[in-house]
């Protein structure tokens, strides 16, 4: 069986929630490797609708075992929430669950920074969701973080005193903390601890955990967040997340080497969105975009954000399957594309009247790039549900070919709806044995 990683390709919201909970009953772990509760996942389970944030969606397929990371940051009280809400849905967790003790804390001092600096930048904001995900990789790279085996340190008072005396000028500069548990070392002290009795039964040393996994011939999926334009490396700096959202921090994030994976499964929206402030340059900001928004409902699971949207960009695409190696695509929201007439793929962008091939890292070029766009017919027929490719409509398949071509990679999962099964799985390929051991 193999171990995979799944990403997104874009800036995340690329359908990752459904594509996991529909090939994860093939592995034995489910693993998260960065970010934190910044990631939504909406997932229904019979009667229930879980948002799980931090707990990878397996927890909801019994046999699997679940990880969140090293590389992760951990809210004990966003954790202890979404902990709340399986067992009232009766989700057995003990046993299954598993918290790596090097992944860093994230403190209600995090979410104060991150709403006080998100505050002055006024007109410039990032756009960060506002809890604490980037202040807390920055007090973890500034080797004051916290981890998640030091919630039961005996110098802990002492430890957060130390980190608040840098941290306090700059929450004052930017106007305070709403929150006065925020900065007292006492409080904050009394907290974690008590976190630290109620989540100790689930920390572990990971990285051997997956060590005696892969011994046992068990197979691991690890479950990206957001996406490769927003990895903190490669993505549209500074408009990007705090951690590597591209397939190599999967290794990072989890302690398990580079060797033990063996493909990527990348998933790509069959249009684009992103969220908050920075470069896109296929934007639509006229009735196509509007109707991309409604139709495909994009609006943010955490925040509630309307989602900027446009077309499909295969140049930030090209970029991202070189980033991840991807070998295999999970298509998705393809049916939101149903009822449009003409469609468009960048395949170039024009700056000072060139054509780039390659995806700029500079901010003014990106955001005077120019798409050079190739038009397709629409197929103006229903896709939902359609479960086979001889099925699909000629000009659904033409568009998806398309992509295939530019990006060298087969699409393997077309996904043309929430539901498990509107999904066309093109098990005749050889990436879909690659990538999920033929176990679906
Ligand atoms: P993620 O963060 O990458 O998991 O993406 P989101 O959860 O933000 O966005 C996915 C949303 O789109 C969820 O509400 C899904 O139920 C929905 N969704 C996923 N795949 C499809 C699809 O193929 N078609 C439609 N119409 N909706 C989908």
């Known amino acids: 069986m193999p171990n995979i990683v799944v990403v997104g390709t874009q800036w995340g919201d690329e359908g990752k929630g459904k594509v996991v909970d529909l090939v994860c009953p093939a592995f034995d772990v489910v693993a998260r490797f ?81 709403q006080a600096r998100e505050r002055a930048r006024g007109a410039a904001a990032i756009g960060t969701t506002s809890r604490g995900i980037g202040p807390a990789y920055e007090s973890k790279a500034a080797r004051y973080g916290l981890r998640m085996v030091d919630l039961a340190a005996d110098d802990l008072e002492e430890r957060l005193a130390a980190w608040l005396e840098v941290v306090r000028p700059q929450l004052d500069a930017l106007g305070g903390a709403a929150d006065p548990e925020a900065v007292d070392a006492g409080a904050l002290a009394g907290r974690c601890r008590e976190w630290g009795e109620r989540l100790g039964p689930m920390l572990r040393g990971t990285e051997m955990l997956f060590d005696t996994w892969l011994r046992e011939g ?21 408009y990007v997340t705090s951690s590597s959202a591209t397939a190599g921090g999967a290794a990072t994030g989890t302690g398990v080497a580079p060797t033990r994976i063996d493909a990527t499964l990348g998933i790509l929206k069959a249009y684009t969105t992103r969220v908050g402030g920075g470069p896109f340059t296929t934007e639509l900001e006229d009735e196509t975009g509007e109707f991309l928004r409604k139709r495909g409902n994009e609006f943010g699971t955490v925040t509630g954000r309307p989602r900027r949207c446009g077309w499909l960009d ?13 070998d295999g695509l999970a298509l998705t929201k393809l049916d939101v594309l149903d009822d449009l007439p003409e469609l468009r793929v960048c395949t170039g962008y024009r700056v000072a009247g060139e054509v780039l091939a390659e995806f700029p890292a500079d901010r003014a070029a990106l955001a005077a790039a120019e798409p050079v766009y190739r038009s397709f017919p629409g197929w103006r027929a229903k896709t939902a549900g359609v479960l086979s490719w001889d099925e699909l409509p000629v000009p659904a398949r033409d568009y998806v070919s398309f992509i295939e071509d530019q990006l060298e990679t087969p699409v393997v999962f077309l996904s043309t709806g929430p539901r498990r099964e509107e999904t066309l799985i093109r098990r005749d390929l050889p990436a879909f044995t690659a990538l999920t051991g033929g176990r679906l």
């Open 34 to 114: 960065q970010g934190g509760h910044n990631a939504g996942h909406t997932v229904r389970f019979g009667e229930h609708h879980f948002s799980l944030r931090l707990i990878p969606s397996g927890i909801l397929h019994q046999e699997v075992q679940c990880v969140l990371g090293n590389g992760m940051v951990v809210s004990p009280e966003a954790l202890l929430g979404e902990l709340g809400e399986l067992a009232q849905a009766e989700v057995e967790t003990r046993g299954r669950l598993w918290i790596s003790d090097r992944a860093t804390v994230l403190l209600p001092t995090h979410v104060a920074l991150d």
């Open 218 to 238: 068990r197979s691991i999926l690890f479950e990206g967040a957001q996406g490769a334009l927003l990895d903190l490396d490669h993505g549209t700096f500074p």
């Open 314 to 326: 295969l140049v930030a695409a090209r970029y991202a399957q070189a980033l991840n190696g991807t």
